[in-house]
Nanobody, 124 residues
């Protein structure tokens, strides 16, 4: 059974940093692409970052490039999202998701394993 559990969310002032963690079980990072999505109430969910086994390829949403970094620790079976220079526009519920694919996939409908999400709130 695949399980994904996020942690690390919270409230931070604009310009601050947070590191989200996604603890995974029931997956092998060699076979799965892992993504971070975010969603603001009333808006569509959007892909923020992805990491896959295909040459360790990564994807970042344009608005987070240079500020967010996705990484993985195979020994801990955990995917991290380091978020720097946070702005109010980054406020959302962040969820990690897994899909059995060697390549990063941006469409959320293709992911069949999801965590419950963690709230990130950036205040002025």
């Amino acid at each position: 059974e695949v399980q994904l559990v996020e942690s690390g969310g919270g409230e931070v002032q604009a310009g601050g940093t947070l590191r989200l963690s996604c603890a995974a079980s029931g997956v092998t990072f060699d076979d799965y692409a892992i993504s971070w999505f975010r969603q603001v109430h009333g808006k569509e969910r959007e892909a923020v970052a992805c990491i896959s086994s295909e040459n360790g390829s990564k994807y970042y949403k344009d608005s987070v490039k240079g500020r967010f970094t996705i990484s993985g620790d195979n020994a801990k079976m955990t995917i991290y999202l380091q978020m720097n220079s946070l702005s109010r526009e980054d406020t959302a519920v962040y969820s990690c998701a897994a899909v059995e694919s060697p390549f990063c996939v941006r469409a959320d409908v293709l992911y069949n394993h999801w965590g419950h999400g963690t709230q990130v709130t950036v205040s002025a």
